[in-house]
């Protein structure tokens, strides 16, 4: 059963473009709402989303500047008139295509360049091979070599599209990454992906394969956020308990485990049943989320351990994802009941190096403190910024060898009544109140994009930037001071014998 009885009945013919593979990539769901789904029930587009599409096009302005690139650039009114320049163009043999637009046996695609290589073709003596410009690096992992999958595949479809328009299929595509470099792909080891995944998402698509919601991380990130948490809370479904994901679902759905409630009452057996697919340590976990969902009470299972030490220092990271640049260090300073919040904020992206520099300094005046922070991200980010900046390596080391990840202990030791465990989350089930409705750290970056561009007229999102950044500090106090209190009952539990 699909969730698709509100949904527009398919009046238009199936068709496939590259945007489909990226997304299937994400969530096979999205891709079946995005063509079904009753666009009422979306979640608006976000600013940041907006501006990453921006950004995207001003890139392609400036990698084919900075690379000095003589392209064609395909004009046109609507679809098919660009189409047929296209082909015009690819017939002349035209040497590098920018913006062409392809379509055949229901597949449309605007590959961002179309290159001219020698070998026959429909054309003659010469092909066309795609390649895409992307902000980011072409490599989910550039050591070991491995490619970013949806780019591989996205230049796949490109290919595939191409074989039926010039009669040859190229073997290799380009991407120019966010760098500008030009990194070539072999599309050939990818062919079998791409044929399973194009054929799954033609049968999405002329809708004859099921589809349905399942939660997870990606979730936050998507507008069907709203609808698809809708659909899962009226049939409390199992995909509500965190991590718990489609394939395993699917396994529980065989034992005829559909919900959390479901879930939960396994708990009440003295041994846990044997799922194949997913280990015994997994379903104990799994199991213990949907009790608690169920409950509505997060718990502290496993004991924590905190340092004693004179000064607490709380501390969270803002930053622009676009730019890659850190623009302000917060820290809540607690000394027994006294506490002070402490900020170091880069006006401008040229600022970023002087407002390191100064954090630095703040750190090397702190004495028998213990630092603690939400997820690993202050330590990856600042990591990075020491490659770039001058550092202190003895005491970058000392002031995260002094450091506490709540999020791991949080991961680790406890469970929430939510399918998130941002601090968002957590500290809100602790009653915790941000001032912003829906604070997070891609909306403070927008108001961070907006306030650089014009700092005196925008004083005020430079205040509620700084206000949010002291809100997560002092969230983490809360959660903090839950897990201490916490661990106190359970030790005592423990040496009751209860
Ligand atoms: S909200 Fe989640 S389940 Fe729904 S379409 Fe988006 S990613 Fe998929």
Known sequence: MTSGSSFQERAQPIIITASHIYDYLI???????????????????????????ERGMAHEEDALKQLNLAVCEVEGEGFEECEKETLRLMKCGEGLIYQGRLSAASMRGSPDLLEKIEGESRFGSHH???????????????????????????????????????????????????????????????????????????????????????????????????????????????SLVRKLNRGKRNVLRKSGIRTVQELAGLGKAKTLPVFEGISAKALQQFVRRAVVLKRGEPILHSPVEFPDRKLEVFFDIETEPLEEICYLYGIVER?????????????????????????????????????????????????????????????????????????????????????????????????FEYSERDPGGLKAAMWYIEYANAP???????????????????????????????????????????
């Open 456 to 498: 005196e007229a925008n004083r005020a999102l430079k205040e509620k930037i700084v206000r949010y950044n002291r809100e997560d500090c002092e969230a983490m106090i809360v959660l903090k001071d839950w897990l201490a209190r916490k661990n106190t009952e359970l030790q005592r539990k423990k040496r009751s014998g209860h």
């Open 128 to 238: 066309y091979i795609p390649t895409e410009m992307k902000s980011g690096s072409a490599y989910e992992d550039e050591e070991a070599g491995r490619y970013k999958l949806h780019y591989a595949l996205q230049l796949s479809f490109y290919a595939d599209v191409l074989e039926k328009v010039q009669g040859i299929k190229p073997k290799t595509g380009n991407i120019i990454d966010g760098e500008s470099r030009v990194v070539p792909i072999d599309l050939r080891p990818f062919e079998k992906d791409y044929l399973e995944h194009i054929a799954e998402i033609r049968d999405l698509l002329s809708g004859g394969a099921e589809s349905e919601p399942c939660i997870g991380g990606v979730c936050g990130q998507c507008h069907w956020r709203s609808f698809c948490l809708d659909w899962a809370r009226e049939r409390d479904d199992v």
């Open 335 to 431: 000394k027994g009941k006294k506490q002070r919040y402490v900020s170091f904020f880069a006006d401008s992206p040229e600022e970023e190096e002087s407002t390191w520099k100064a954090f630095w300094e703040y750190v090397s005046g702190l004495e028998d403190f213990q630092v603690y922070h939400y997820t690993s991200y202050e330590k990856t980010v600042l990591k990075g910024l020491s490659e770039r900046y001058p550092c202190d390596l003895k005491l970058f080391d000392e002031f995260f060898q002094n450091s506490t990840d709540l999020y791991a202990l949080v991961d680790k030791c406890t469970e929430w009544p939510s399918h998130s465990y941002s601090i968002k989350a957590v500290s809100k089930l602790l009653g």
């Open 27 to 53: 969530c096979p769901h999205k891709v079946y709402l995005d063509t079904f789904g009753d666009r009422s029930r979306m979640n608006h587009e976000t600013d940041f989303e907006r501006v990453l599409w």
